[in-house]
T-cell receptor, first 117, second 113 residues
Framework: NAGVMQNPRHLVRRRGQEARLRCSPM?????VYWYRQLPEEGLKFMVY????????ESGMPKERFSAEFPKEGPSILRIQQVVRGDSAAYFC???????????????FGPGTRLTVL | TQLLEQSPQFLSIQEGENLTVYCNSS?????LQWYRQEPGEGPVLLVT?????EVKKLKRLTFQFGDARKDSSLHITAAQPGDTGLYLC?????????????FGGGTRVLVKP
């Protein structure tokens, strides 16, 4: 059973370009979380999605960032007009389908390291 | 939003020595998780503690949850080079909107052979 897959593992963009980060959750998982990790820091929550729905985007910058998790295919984190401050490692995590307040472990992917020149 | 403080930020020890890292909060944790992250990889869950005063062991790792559920510690006995990594504590904010995690800043541990 493959783990959470993220691609690309490394992405280099120039200021003003767009960055697209992909996340394929573990098989059977329908919950996806995106986190950002700046150098030498812990991870910061960005957005939580279920299939075709954004549930919580309280950690996502209001401008230039968007996320989706379509019915078919991977979840996408999109950053438009990237700036140097967007350079970070972006991690995706997935968890099994569950309801309400039940506990579910999040399994993390290996991350995408974005460098903005 | 709850703030999680981890200390120390960095720890360098020789193989065979013991070490302890700490995680503290300004308010009560609902539940606390410890992760280890190796360079170039995502965090991997080590343990979840829920009950105040709880102690969990994972081989040479011992995790304690404070009685008041506002602090936790991770103790490693006879550390090995394979224990090198970034240790992160995180609170799981469970609710109808999912289980997002709030992470501390991490403790970077280096075990030298």
């Amino acid at each position: 059973n493959a783990g959470v897959m993220q691609n690309p593992r490394h992405l280099v963009r120039r200021r003003g370009q767009e960055a697209r980060l992909r996340c394929s959750p573990m098989k059977g998982h329908s919950h996806v979380y995106w986190y950002r990790q700046l150098p030498e820091e812990g991870l910061k929550f960005m957005v939580y999605l279920q299939k075709e729905n954004i549930i919580d985007e309280s950690g996502m910058p209001k401008e230039r960032f968007s996320a989706e998790f379509p019915k078919e295919g991977p979840s996408i984190l999109r950053i438009q007009q990237v700036v140097r401050g967007d350079s970070a490692a972006y991690f995706c995590a997935s968890s099994p389908q569950s309801g309400g307040f039940s506990y579910n472990e999040q399994f993390f992917g290996p991350g995408t390291r974005l460098t903005v020149l | 939003t709850q703030l999680l403080e981890q200390s120390p930020q960095f720890l360098s020890i020789q193989e065979g020595e013991n070490l302890t890292v700490y995680c503290n909060s300004s308010s009560v944790f609902s539940s606390l998780q410890w992760y280890r992250q190796e360079p170039g990889e995502g965090p991997v869950l080590l343990v979840t503690v829920v009950t105040g005063g709880e102690v969990k062991k994972l081989k040479r790792l011992t995790f304690q949850f404070g009685d008041a559920r506002k602090d936790s510690s991770l103790h490693i006995t006879a550390a090995q080079p394979g224990d090198t990594g970034l240790y992160l504590c995180a609170e799981r904010e469970a609710g109808a909107a999912g289980n997002k995690l709030t992470f501390g800043g991490g403790t970077r541990v280096l075990v030298k052979p």
